[in-house]
T-cell receptor, first 116, second 112 residues
Framework: DADVTQTPRNRITKTGKRIMLECSQT?????MYWYRQDPGLGLRLIYY???????NKGEISDGYSVSRQAQAKFSLSLESAIPNQTALYFC???????????????FGPGTRLTVL | GENVEQHPSTLSVQEGDSAVIKCTYS??????FPWYKQELGKGPQLIID?????GEKKDQRIAVTLNKTAKHFSLHITETQPEDSAVYFC???????????FGQGTELSVKP
C-alpha cells in the first residue's frame, strides 16, 4: 500500500552495527506496528504504538527498540545487529476510530535486512 | 497467550479447482479472524475477515468459516485463478484493535 512507506527496502549490514528502519504513513492512522517475517514462522509482532506517547513490546522485542517521532512516523532500531535478525520487516498501521474497521491493519512493502 | 496454527504450509492446485486453508487458535477469548494475502515483493493485504458472532462470510470467490467450539477457521477459494497464487496468512485477535497473532502462512500455487 503506497500510503505506508518503508525505507530502506533492502539493507545488508555487518554484525554489531546499529541499524534503523523507518516507516512513514499518510493514512492518518494513530496505531502503528512493527513485525518481522521469517519463513515458516509467519509474522511476529516486535513493537506497537497506539499513539505518539504509547509504546508497547510485542512477542519478540529483545534486541530491538522503537521511536514514534510523530503520528506518521515509527522507526525500528537494531542497536547491535546479529545474524539471526536477518529477516523481512514490515510496518503496519490501523485506525482506532474506524469502528468495525479498527482491526484492519495496512502493511508497508517491507524491508529485507541481511546481517552478515 | 494466543497461538495460531496454520495448515498446510504449501498447497498446489489446478486452475479452476478449489483451495482450502485451515487454522486453529488456542484462546477462546479471540473474536476477530482476518485473512491476509501476500503477493511476491509486497506487504500482506486483508482479503476477508470474520468476527465470532457469525459462522460464515463470503466475498465473491472467497469465503471464511468459523467453528468457535472447535476453535477452527478456514479460508475457501473457489474457481482458483493463477493470480490467486500467493502466501496466505490467517490471524486471530480479541478485536477492538488488539494485537494480531498470525499463523505460519500457506504458499498457494495455482497451475494453469
Amino acid at each position: 500500500d503506497a500510503d505506508v512507506t518503508q525505507t530502506p527496502r533492502n539493507r545488508i549490514t555487518k554484525t554489531g552495527k546499529r541499524i534503523m528502519l523507518e516507516c512513514s504513513q499518510t493514512k492518518g492512522h494513530d496505531r502503528m506496528y512493527w513485525y518481522r517475517q521469517d519463513p515458516g514462522l509467519g509474522l511476529r509482532l516486535i513493537y506497537y504504538s497506539f499513539d505518539v506517547k504509547d509504546i508497547n513490546k510485542g512477542e519478540i522485542s529483545d534486541g530491538y527498540s522503537v521511536s514514534r517521532q510523530a503520528q506518521a512516523k515509527f522507526s525500528l532500531s537494531l542497536e547491535s545487529a546479529i545474524p539471526n535478525q536477518t529477516a523481512l520487516y514490515f510496518c503496519a498501521t490501523s485506525d482506532s476510530g474506524a469502528g468495525w474497521g479498527t482491526d484492519t491493519q495496512y502493511f508497508g512493502p517491507g524491508t529485507r535486512l541481511t546481517v552478515l | 497467550g494466543e497461538n495460531v496454527e496454520q495448515h498446510p504450509s504449501t498447497l498446489s492446485v489446478q486452475e479452476g479447482d478449489s483451495a482450502v486453508i485451515k487454522c486453529t487458535y488456542s484462546d477462546s477469548a479471540s473474536n476477530y479472524f482476518p485473512w491476509y494475502k501476500q503477493e511476491l515483493g509486497k506487504g500482506p493485504q486483508l482479503i476477508i475477515d470474520i468476527r465470532s458472532n457469525v459462522g460464515e462470510k463470503k466475498d465473491q470467490r472467497i469465503a471464511v468459516t468459523l467453528n468457535k467450539t472447535a476453535k477452527h477457521f478456514s479460508l475457501h477459494i473457489t474457481e482458483t485463478q493463477p493470480e490467486d497464487s500467493a502466501v496466505y496468512f490467517c490471524a486471530a485477535s480479541m478485536g477492538q484493535g488488539g494485537k494480531l497473532i498470525f499463523g505460519q502462512g500457506t504458499e498457494l500455487s495455482v497451475k494453469p
